[in-house]
């Protein structure tokens, strides 16, 4: 059993920076593929990062890419997202996951944080 919770998320202008973070419980954290996933009002959840327990590798949606770095400390079960360049279309709820899996699809993380708003202003 894997217990996320996430940090705030906040209000920032756009063009600006915000960092999210999700602490992990258990011993195994290092063990598990975690994702950063987000929802907006009236959207469906969407993907936005994600970083492999078996060789670290990192994948991004292609809106973010470029602007979003997802990284992991192991040390402190802890996995991050920074947002630069934040833009008001990346409003929305963020959601961080876990899953055993190396690569997965959203259906297929077991563990989910209970979520973070973070708002865009223009």
């Known amino acids: 059993q894997v217990q996320l919770v996430e940090s705030e998320g906040g209000l920032v202008q756009a063009g600006g920076s915000l960092r999210l973070s999700c602490a992990a419980s258990g011993r195994t954290f290092s063990r598990y593929t975690m994702g950063w996933f987000r929802q907006a009002a009236g959207k469906e959840r969407e993907f936005v990062a994600a970083?492999?327990?078996?060789?670290?590798?990192?994948y991004y949606a292609d809106s973010v890419k470029g602007r979003f770095i997802i990284s992991r400390d192991n040390a402190k079960n802890t996995v991050y997202l920074q947002m630069n360049s934040l833009k008001p279309e990346d409003t929305a709820v963020y959601y961080c996951?876990?899953?055993?899996?190396?690569?997965?699809?959203?259906?297929?993380?077991?563990?989910w944080g209970q979520g973070a708003q973070v708002t865009v202003s223009s």
């Open positions: 996951a876990a899953t055993r899996l190396a690569i997965a699809t959203m259906a297929e993380y077991s563990y």
């Open positions: 970083i492999s327990w078996t060789t670290g590798s990192t």
